[in-house]
């Protein structure tokens, strides 16, 4: 069994800055890729960033220069640095893993719960 879990969400100000983490752990035998996608209300979601196994990234253009992607911590958790946060950053941000499980012989997707980030003054 994967769980992907996601922590540092919260309240922050226009401006400010927020990290999120998201940490896999179970029966994982490898991991192609990891992103953030982010739902705000009555809205569709979206992709945010993606990070595959050789560090090549991906950003979405509303995030490109204000948000970075990385996996340079621990193993098998992926960060997400949001810096100059605007209010329509707000929303639910996923992290999401495309990986292979010791009990499968395929990859497929994996998600977390989710994490609330809302940005207001």
């Known amino acids: 069994q994967v769980q992907l879990v996601e922590s540092g969400g919260g309240l922050v100000q226009p401006g400010g800055s927020l990290r999120l983490s998201c940490a896999a752990s179970?029966?994982?035998?490898?991991?192609?890729?990891m992103a953030w996608y982010r739902q705000a209300p009555g809205k569709q979601r979206e992709l945010v960033a993606t990070i595959t196994g050789s560090s090549s990234t991906h950003y979405a253009d509303s995030v490109k220069g204000r948000f970075t992607i990385s996996r340079d911590g621990a193993p098998n958790t992926v960060y997400l640095q949001m810096n100059s946060l605007k209010p329509e950053d707000t929303a639910v941000y996923y992290c999401?893993?495309?990986?292979?499980?010791?009990?499968?012989?395929?990859?497929?997707?994996?998600w977390g719960r989710g994490t609330q980030v809302t940005v207001s003054s």
């Open positions: 999401k893993s495309v990986l292979k499980a010791t009990t499968t012989p395929f990859l497929r997707d994996y």
């Open positions: 179970g029966s994982i035998f490898s991991i192609a890729e």
